[in-house]
Every structure is written in structure tokens, then in C-alpha cells.
């Protein structure tokens, strides 16, 4: 608020005492008028009759050259902004209308003029303010009416509208996601070792895999509620704060949306902040932030700015109205921009933290709410391996089905698999591990050449994320030619999750559903 700044600086000039005086009173004044939007008007009367040595600091008469100068200033670089804006697409225009001229010239079956395409170009030098729109629109509408034309004819049209849309993909559509050395799908995969088989709970990967990260990374801090004094209600931040101390681990309020905003402010300034949400279910509170705001800083700066938050959340299944929901879906098609990692242990999450905070994309990791006491293998080399983000795993290998999951519900698959084993029936499991950005290998489609088969897993409401997995599968990497029977989703019920372990296993697909529903789609 540049208004206010120079008002505070004005009212208290160098020397000039103000408590208790005339001036301080004319300081809170003025911020009212500030306030009120009538900040101007009333500066201007204030600068006439304020007079701190007995003089006025400006007569009117200066006030007035000012304020002439700077509308006139104002107008000529508008005008040099719209003639600098306005000379290249008029360029642009002469180019297309003459092509589109020559194309009308040319040979149409038994016509020698084409009078539509004639026309484009008479109504294409008549637009007294063109865009690009108008420019590109008449190209692909007199190519679409020459399509009879000798294709030499075309070819320079053509040529220019292939290039034209190139350059204007990359004007309005470019910068998603980061497009540096330091994307996260630049990262360097380091694969998880083991020294033994030691078998600990999921909450001592993900705590000593930060321990680890916290160690080497000064700039890393994370914040939320109960994550300092407790560690977090899940222990997965246990000891950190006594350790690192309370500023880079600390609590914040209930105000999830406030926890954003901190998170992209350190983040914007060069911090690497990890911000907790909890849980899954209250990331709605800020979604509305890394909607406009996280999602869109690369995107809207052409990568000019970069905001690599981390956003930590925990959620999928539980037993709760209220902590076990998955609104998949709704997060995805909301934060394109952001990467969405949807781990299926703690293992898997630990290496993806590992990978973000190399990266410059700002991410959402959201950990398994049941997996902190899940017995799993410790890694030796914490802190240092990483999950490549948009490479889904193969995790188990088969022929007559290929199983597409994530999250909680992928384990509870991996349970159906024996079971369907022991039914003779080869299911191959694939983990997507990340949602935002997906499969950008096709390493899915390859598994259905195989098994010409496709089920997906899903633990959001039908039509949530599940919609988003097939249209990948089927449309972006044609994964229709490789199928031999209509490909299936099991997803969640239309309602939220119902309480406790029966209102999960009513809610949400259970062993026993996915082992029935490959059954029938195999017998099929």
C-alpha cells in the first residue's frame, strides 16, 4: 500500500516531534480517509493546508502540474504499450491475409476462386483491433474451406498456423510445472537400501527420514497443529522440535488456510518450508489458496516465480466421518500446478520428500493415516533415496489383469491378489504413486499389451479420481487398442465414509470386492 507508506513518512518529518500533536492527529486522519478510499482527495487538501514551518508543502498551481504530468505520462505509455502490443499481431495479420488471398486464388476442383476463403480475408483486414484469436481462427477456417486446394497451396498456411500454435501453447499454456533443471522430474532416482531386515513401525521412516533431511537442509522448517511440542498427533515428528529447535519446528493454530499462506510466503522467499495439514479431509479449508494462488505461481510468472512448498497431509482410510475421507477428485482437478504424490507407505512418502526438496515445484504428499503403525523395513540410507515422481511401480507382476491403485486402498489389493492367486488368477499390480503428474512414461499401457485387461482401484467417490486415472489410460496413452473387455472401476460409495471398521468396509472397496469384481471381468 504504497498510499500509506508515504503517508506515515510524510506526517512525521525528520526532527519534527508528533506525540500528542496536531500532526498525529492529521496522521490517524488521514489513515481514515485512507481507509475510506477517498485517500486522494483528502492528501491533496491535507498536503494544501498542512504547514509545519508556515509554509505549504506545494501550492495548488504545482499540485495541478503534477497531476496534469502524470495523466499525460500515463496516457503516452498506454498508448506505447498498445502500438508495441498491437504491431506484431498486425504483422502477423498482413502475413495470414495475404496467404489466405493466395489460397482463395488457387485451383478448387472446377472453381478458380474460392469466395468464402476470399472473404476470411477481406473480414481479417477490416478487424480494426485484432488478437491472436481472430488471426489464428481465420487461418484455420480458410484452411478448412480450401481443403480441396492443391496441397502446395495449403502448405504455407499451414505451415505458419503449426507454428502459430506452438508459439501460443507456450504464451498461455506453459509453465505448469516447472520447467527448469530443478523440476522435480529432473531428480535423479536413488534407490532405497537395507542393511537388514529390521522391521519398525511406518511413523520411525517417516521421523528419521526428516531427522535425516533436517540434518543437511538448513533452510528446511515445518510447521503445523501439534507438530512441535508433540510431534504430531501420529508421532511421525517425534522429538524433532527438542532437537532442531522451535523455529524450524513449531505449532501453528487451527487455521488451515493460515498455514498455507505462511507456507507460500517462506516458500516465495527462498525457504523451504513443509507445511502439515491435518488431515486430508480439512485440506478444503485451503484449497481456495492452492487453487488460485500455489497452483498457479509458475504457471501465471512463466516461471518467473517459484514457490516450492510442501504441503505434509495424512488421510485415505480410516475409521472416521471426519479424517477418513479421499476427495481425490476434487483436489486434482483443483491444483493442476501442483504435484500430488499419494504414497502407499511411509517408505514410498519418505522418498518422495527426499525428491521434492531437491526439486522447485511446490508438492502435496499425502501420507497413509493408517500406515504410522505398519510394520515396514527400515531403510539405511534415509534422507537420501528418492521416488521418481510421474513413474507408477510395478509392484507385483501377472498376465490376466492389470490393477491400477494408490494410496491405502493399493495394500488392501495387494491382499486381493493372493487371494485371487489362490484362484489361479494373474493380476499385476501397478501403484501409481503419483496422481499430479501421471504415468508421463506410459509404463500402464505397456502392462495391458500384456494382460488386455484393466481394473481401477479407486477410494474416492465414483467419478473422482478414478474418471481422471481412465481418461490417462485410454485417451492419452490409447490404452483402448491393447483391451479385450470394457475397462472397470471400483471406487468408493457416493457418500462419505461411515464410522468405524464396518462403516469402512461398507464405504469403501474392500478385499472382498476387488477379489469378486476381477473374478467376473476374468471370466468375462
Not at 506525540?19 to 486522494?40: F, I, N, Q
Not at 505461481?297 to 514457490?307: D, L, S
Not at 497413509?368 to 510421474?390: D, H, M, Q
Not at 479385450?484 to 468396509?505: E, F, I, M, V
Amino acid at each position: 500500500m504504497p498510499c500509506l507508506i508515504h503517508v506515515e513518512e510524510i506526517t512525521q518529518p525528520q526532527g519534527h516531534s508528533t506525540s500528542g500533536s496536531h500532526e498525529r492527529y492529521k496522521s490517524k486522519e488521514l489513515l481514515e480517509w485512507y481507509k475510506t478510499g477517498d485517500c486522494l482527495y483528502r492528501f491533496r487538501e491535507w498536503i494544501l493546508n498542512f504547514k509545519p514551518g508556515g509554509t505549504a508543502i506545494a501550492s495548488n498551481e504545482e499540485l495541478e502540474v503534477i497531476e496534469h504530468q502524470a495523466k499525460a505520462d500515463a496516457r503516452a505509455a498506454q498508448k506505447a504499450a498498445w502500438n508495441a502490443f498491437q504491431s506484431e499481431i498486425k504483422t502477423e495479420l498482413n502475413d495470414v491475409a495475404f496467404m489466405i488471398e493466395a489460397l482463395a486464388t488457387a485451383r478448387h476442383g472446377s472453381e478458380e476462386v474460392h469466395p468464402a476463403i476470399t472473404q476470411l480475408a477481406s473480414d481479417l483486414r477490416a478487424e480494426m483491433t485484432p488478437g491472436r484469436k481472430e488471426v489464428v481462427s481465420a487461418a484455420r477456417k480458410a484452411l478448412l474451406h480450401g481443403r480441396s486446394a492443391d496441397p502446395i497451396a495449403q502448405q504455407p498456411l499451414a505451415d505458419w498456423l503449426a507454428a502459430a500454435m506452438a508459439a501460443n501453447a507456450d504464451r498461455y499454456g506453459s509453465h505448469l510445472y516447472s520447467q527448469s533443471a530443478k523440476s522435480s522430474l529432473n531428480v535423479r532416482e536413488v534407490p532405497v537400501e537395507y542393511s537388514g531386515d529390521e522391521q519398525v513401525d511406518g511413523r520411525i521412516i517417516i521421523r528419521d527420514n526428516f531427522a535425516a533431511l533436517f540434518e543437511k537442509e538448513p533452510l528446511l522448517l515445518t510447521f503445523g497443529e501439534d507438530t512441535g511440542k508433540i510431534g504430531d498427533v501420529n508421532q511421525g515428528m517425534e522429538g524433532m522440535q527438542a532437537r532442531f529447535g522451535e523455529l524450524r519446528v513449531s505449532d501453528v493454530g487451527i487455521r488451515e488456510a493460515t498455514i498455507l499462506g505462511q507456507g507460500m510466503g517462506m516458500a516465495l522467499r527462498g525457504l523451504r518450508p513443509v507445511a502439515e495439514i491435518q488431515y486430508l479431509d480439512y485440506l478444503l479449508y485451503c484449497l481456495q489458496g492452492m487453487s488460485d494462488d500455489l497452483a498457479t505461481v509458475q504457471w501465471r510468472t512463466k516461471g518467473g516465480q517459484k514457490c516450492p512448498l510442501i504441503i505434509r497431509t495424512r488421510g485415505h482410510r480410516l475409521e472416521g466421518v471426519w479424517h477418513s475421507g479421499s476427495p481425490m477428485g476434487m483436489i486434482i482437478n483443483s491444483v493442476r500446478g501442483v504435484v500430488v504424490c499419494v504414497p502407499r507407505n511411509m517408505q514410498q512418502a519418505a522418498g518422495m520428500y527426499n525428491t521434492l526438496l531437491q526439486s522447485d515445484d511446490p508438492a502435496l504428499v499425502i501420507e497413509c493415516l493408517n500406515g504410522y503403525r505398519s510394520k515396514e523395513r527400515l531403510p539405511s540410507n534415509l534422507g537420501a533415496f528418492t521416488v521418481p515422481i510421474g513413474i507408477p511401480e510395478v509392484v507385483r507382476e501377472g498376465n490376466d489383469l492389470t490393477l491400477v491403485s494408490y494410496g491405502s486402498t493399493f495394500n488392501l489389493c495387494l491382499k486381493a491378489a493372493d487371494e485371487l492367486a489362490a484362484l489361479g488368477i494373474s493380476v499385476e499390480m501397478i501403484d501409481v504413486r503419483t496422481l499430479l503428474p501421471f504415468d508421463r512414461e506410459h509404463r500402464i499401457v505397456e502392462s495391458l499389451k500384456k494382460t488386455s485387461r484393466l481394473l481401477v482401484v479407486d477410494e474416492d467417490v465414483p467419478g473422482g479420481a478414478s474418471a481422471f486415472i481412465l481418461r490417462e489410460i485410454l485417451e492419452v496413452q490409447n490404452g483402448y487398442r491393447w483391451l479385450d473387455a470394457a475397462p472397470s472401476t471400483l471406487t468408493a460409495k457416493a457418500h462419505r465414509p461411515a464410522y468405524g471398521s464396518d462403516g469402512d468396509y461398507f464405504s469403501k472397496p474392500s478385499v472382498e470386492d476387488v477379489v469378486e469384481k476381477v473374478v467376473g471381468m476374468v471370466r468375462e
